[in-house]
T-cell receptor, first 110, second 115 residues
Framework: EDQVTQSPEALRLQEGESSSLNCSYTVSGLRGLFWYRQDPGKGPEFLFT???AGEEKEKERLKATLTKKESFLHITAPKPEDSATYLCAVEYTGGFKTIFGAGTRLFVKA | DTAVSQTPKYLVTQMGNDKSIKCEQNLGHDTMYWYKQDSKKFLKIMFSYNNKELIINETVPNRFSPKSPDKAHLNLHINSLELGDSAVYFC??????????????FGPGTRLTVL
């Protein structure tokens, strides 16, 4: 079954405490993996697209990596403003093409 | 200048009613989508619409019907609303459906509550 699983469901960090979020996927024919950030009451906001295993992308304190089975979103020295839900989505050739994970709610305390 | 806009932001209605949600994008994108986000925050794609071709998710009840008057608009009409339709509905758009698998730009969402 095609699916995307994110872990942990929630993550509480102190300001400056680095950590990683995981997105594992089982789909046939990966075309791209996307990371989005969603703030309460708002729509998801695009962060990164990864297309092939070994690819990495960075933006400020965030770095996304991709393997053949999973992606990690590394957060270095997070700040309270990084608190949000981080969503992983996979676009693939089978099925209805786009699946989102349930997200990881990140709380960063000052 | 809002890229993807939706109206209304909140919609409260009775079971059995028919309602519509409007979506407009000013990004010049070719593809538009409707998503449903349930209480557990799962985002599930309902429809995608690219250059007059509608791709329907088979799990979506036929009470839901998307309508696209032009490339910049994709509205969602819902007939005979049920309690289980309560959710946040997001509209999104992307540059091209196939290449290079572009990111999607989301609207602010419409919170639908069916009483």
């Amino acid at each position: 079954e095609d699916q995307v699983t994110q872990s942990p469901e929630a993550l509480r960090l102190q300001e400056g405490e680095s950590s990683s979020l995981n997105c594992s996927y089982t789909v046939s024919g990966l075309r791209g993996l996307f990371w989005y950030r969603q703030d309460p009451g708002k729509g998801p906001e695009f962060l990164f697209t990864l297309y092939s295993a070994g690819e990495e992308k960075e933006k400020e304190r965030l770095k996304a990596t991709l393997t053949k089975k999973e992606s990690f979103l590394h957060i270095t020295a997070p700040k309270p403003e990084d608190s949000a839900t981080y969503l992983c989505a996979v676009e693939y050739t089978g099925g209805f093409k786009t699946i989102f994970g349930a997200g990881t709610r990140l709380f960063v305390k000052a | 200048d809002t890229a993807v806009s939706q109206t209304p932001k909140y919609l409260v209605t009775q079971m059995g009613n028919d309602k519509s949600i409007k979506c407009e994008q000013n990004l010049g994108h070719d593809t538009m989508y409707w998503y449903k986000q349930d209480s557990k925050k799962f985002l599930k794609i309902m429809f995608s619409y690219n250059n007059k071709e509608l791709i329907i998710n088979e799990t979506v009840p036929n009470r839901f019907s998307p309508k696209s008057p032009d490339k910049a608009h994709l509205n969602l009409h819902i007939n005979s609303l049920e309690l289980g339709d309560s959710a946040v509905y997001f509209c999104a758009s992307s540059q091209d459906e196939d290449r290079p698998y572009n990111e999607q730009f989301f609207g602010p969402g419409t919170r639908l509550t069916v009483l």
